[in-house]
């Protein structure tokens, strides 16, 4: 199968191909190593090559949905027993973990072909996919620019034709922000519903969790129909729904009541083409029957950043001592930017960290009061159109006093020279958006329906209420049936 075929196909589609004996795992197997071959030294998409596993895999005699599938996992929490999971982390890249991560044995149980993991920045801890271990990875829309983050490589891979879908994660937009980049669809599904295990029980408090890019709606409904319930070591069971997300695409999403906004205090300036993504949406979404209006949810994104990245910080910091513990590395082993984090999360206490996690259910109540009078928020996925590599870089006369006061263990100066502001406004200032979905666990999805006047994606992002996963799906299978977007191709 040449390329120009295979691009055509979706997983499902191509797995039907499979099924029918018209084309083998091994040649679609073949078509994703030539392509991946061809365009991954400009993209840098995948980070680590599992070739010799993909084609003794594909000997087999393979079953299940995906059956034959050629796939990528995200270098981060989603581990592949025998090979080292990063996480754009230096340290950890040489030291293989001992067992697969739930979400890959059910991607293994599926029938897919794993033969690679994609690009993450260090720890996946932002917006962009810029590790120092592996370098950018590259928007296949603009070489400049960045595919977004954390789960960047998988959506340079998907939108670049290597694979039809990809693994990906979210704890603060990190399918949702690469979707909007990339041209492509990312669900982030509701707290508990996808298993964190065996590793972990629930990661940063059930804010972050595992899921797929897609080109199409179907393809992420059949993904989270296979990831979807809990496993014997998971902390609750969130009863999947007694359809299947596949079947219930085929069904249509009701007449919904949508309210719309792009204001953000963190960003008072949001780009016009971000303005324009979400205007053209409403329009489009009342052309097809729903009721759209302007609304807002009552609470400060500001304030929700600042408790957001208490837990965020509080976590590199045990997460660095945890692998300090198991790999005798040092603080200095890591990102300069990982340090200063680690270095801010030492200084939370107990009771800071509490409260602030505490605050995150007045976000829930906030938006529960908002979904008990619209079904669904739609937002700008992004600020603005993706950004430039090495726009979050940190200047070099911040990063030598960053070492400095390192070094002299004089981190409180941190927080009294605006740092933490500037990572909120620098890093959280272009996608203030995605992070209160995943502070009160509730699903939310980044559709591809807008492009700027020099051709690069800009999403809008849809939060539904709990369970809301299907009525996200079947809506978004209306807006693809009315504006197509998975034969929408970059120019790479």
Same mark, same amino acid.
């Given at each position: 199968?040449?390329?120009?075929?295979? #691009?055509?196909?979706?997983?499902?589609?191509?797995?039907?191909?499979?099924?029918?004996?018209?084309v083998?795992?091994?040649?679609?197997?073949e078509? $994703?190593?030539?392509?991946?071959?061809?365009?991954n030294?400009?993209?840098?998409?995948?980070v680590?090559?599992m070739?010799?596993?993909?084609?003794?895999r594909? @000997?087999q005699?393979? @079953?299940?949905?995906?059956?034959?599938?050629?796939?990528l996992?995200?270098?981060?929490?989603?581990?592949?027993?025998?090979?080292?999971?990063?996480?754009?982390?230096?340290?950890?890249?040489?030291?293989?973990?001992?067992?697969?991560?739930?979400t890959?044995?059910?991607?293994?149980?599926?029938?897919?072909v794993i033969?690679?993991?994609?690009?993450?920045?260090?720890?996946?801890?932002?917006?962009?996919?810029? &590790?120092? *271990?592996?370098g950018?990875?590259r928007?296949?829309?603009?070489l400049?620019?960045?595919?977004?983050? @954390?789960?960047?490589?998988?959506?340079?891979?998907?939108?670049?034709?290597?694979? +039809?879908? $990809?693994?990906?994660?979210?704890?603060g937009?990190?399918?949702?922000?690469?979707?909007?980049?990339?041209?492509?669809?990312?669900?982030?599904?509701?707290?508990?519903?996808?298993?964190?295990?065996?590793a972990?029980?629930?990661?940063?408090?059930?804010?972050?969790?595992?899921?797929?890019?897609?080109?199409?709606?179907?393809d992420?409904? $059949?993904?989270? /129909?296979?990831?979807?319930?809990?496993?014997?070591?998971?902390?609750?069971?969130?009863?999947?729904?007694?359809?299947?997300?596949?079947s219930?695409?085929?069904?249509?999403?009701?007449?919904l009541?949508?309210?719309f906004?792009?204001?953000?205090?963190?960003? &008072?300036?949001?780009?016009?083409?971000?303005?324009?993504?979400v205007?053209?949406?409403?329009?489009?979404?009342?052309e097809?029957?729903?009721?759209?209006? &302007?609304?807002?949810?009552d609470?400060?994104?500001?304030?929700?950043?600042?408790?957001?990245?208490t837990?965020?910080?509080?976590?590199?910091?045990?997460?660095?001592?945890?692998?300090?513990?198991?790999?005798?590395?040092?603080?200095?082993?890591f990102?300069?930017?990982?340090?200063?984090?680690?270095?801010?999360g030492r200084l939370?206490?107990?009771? /800071?960290?509490?409260i602030a996690?505490?605050?995150?259910?007045?976000?829930?109540?906030?938006?529960?009061?908002?979904?008990?009078?619209?079904?669904l928020?739609?937002?700008?996925?992004?600020? #603005?159109?993706?950004?430039?590599?090495? @726009?979050?870089?940190?200047?070099?006369l911040?990063?030598?006093?960053?070492?400095?006061? *390192?070094r002299? #263990?004089?981190?409180r100066?941190?927080?009294?020279?605006?740092?933490?502001?500037?990572?909120?406004? /620098?890093?959280?200032?272009?996608? +203030?958006?995605?992070?209160?979905?995943?502070?009160?666990?509730?699903?939310?999805?980044?559709?591809?329906?807008y492009?700027?006047? /020099?051709? *690069?994606?800009?999403?809008?992002?849809f939060?539904?209420?709990?369970?809301?996963?299907?009525?996200?799906?079947?809506?978004?299978?209306?807006?693809?049936?009315?504006?197509?977007?998975?034969?929408?191709?970059?120019?790479?």
């Open positions: 199968m040449d390329f120009e075929e295979y #691009r055509r196909f979706d997983a499902l589609g191509l797995a039907e191909l499979v099924a029918r004996g018209e083998s795992a091994a040649e679609l197997l078509t $994703a190593l030539v392509r991946a071959e061809r365009v030294p400009r993209i840098n998409a995948i680590r090559t070739e010799t596993q993909a084609k003794e594909v @000997s005699d393979l @079953s299940g949905p995906f059956a034959g599938v050629p796939f996992i995200k270098d981060l929490h989603q581990d592949f027993a025998g090979e080292p999971t990063a996480g754009g982390c230096r340290p950890l890249a040489g030291h293989p973990v001992l067992e697969s991560s739930a890959v044995r059910r991607w293994l149980d599926a029938g897919l033969f690679g993991k994609t690009n993450t920045p260090e720890f996946g801890a932002k917006g962009v996919t810029e &590790p120092d *271990l592996f950018p990875t928007n296949p829309w603009a400049d620019r960045t595919p977004g983050g @954390s789960s960047g490589g998988s959506a340079a891979a998907v939108a670049a034709g290597i694979v +039809p879908v $990809a693994g990906a994660n979210d704890g937009g990190s399918i949702r922000i690469p979707a909007g980049c990339c041209g492509l669809f990312g669900l982030k599904p509701g707290r508990g519903l996808v298993s964190s295990g065996p972990f029980g629930e990661l940063l408090h059930g804010a972050a969790t595992n899921g797929v890019l897609s080109r199409t709606v179907r992420t409904a $059949a993904m989270l /129909d296979v990831l979807v319930g809990p496993e014997a070591d998971s902390p609750y069971g969130v009863t999947p729904p007694e359809q299947s997300y596949l219930q695409l085929g069904q249509p999403p009701g007449r009541r949508i309210g906004s792009h204001r953000s205090a963190l960003n &008072p300036r949001v780009h016009p083409d971000a303005v324009a993504a205007t053209g949406a409403a329009e489009l979404l009342a097809l029957g729903h009721v759209v209006e &302007p609304a807002e949810v609470y400060d994104d500001e304030e929700l950043a600042h408790d957001f990245l837990a965020w910080f509080a976590t590199m910091a045990a997460l660095v001592r945890d692998i300090g513990n198991r790999t005798g590395c040092r603080l200095g082993d990102e300069f930017d990982t340090q200063i984090m680690t270095g801010l939370t206490t107990a009771p /800071d960290y509490i996690h505490m605050r995150w259910h007045l976000y829930v109540r906030a938006l529960a009061d908002f979904h008990s009078r619209y079904d928020l739609l937002t700008p996925t992004l600020s #603005r159109p993706p950004i430039p590599i090495g @726009s979050l870089g940190t200047p070099p911040l990063r030598v006093a960053g070492k400095a006061v *390192l002299l #263990r004089l981190t100066l941190l927080r009294r020279l605006g740092v933490v502001n500037k990572v909120i406004r /620098d890093n959280l200032g272009w996608v +203030p958006y995605t992070q209160l979905a995943n502070l009160t666990g509730r699903p939310a999805m980044s559709v591809p329906t492009w700027t006047a /020099d051709n *690069l994606p800009l999403g809008v992002q939060v539904a209420p709990l369970g809301g996963e299907g009525l996200l799906l079947r809506l978004a299978a209306q807006i693809e049936e009315a504006r197509p977007w998975a034969n929408r191709f970059p120019p790479l």
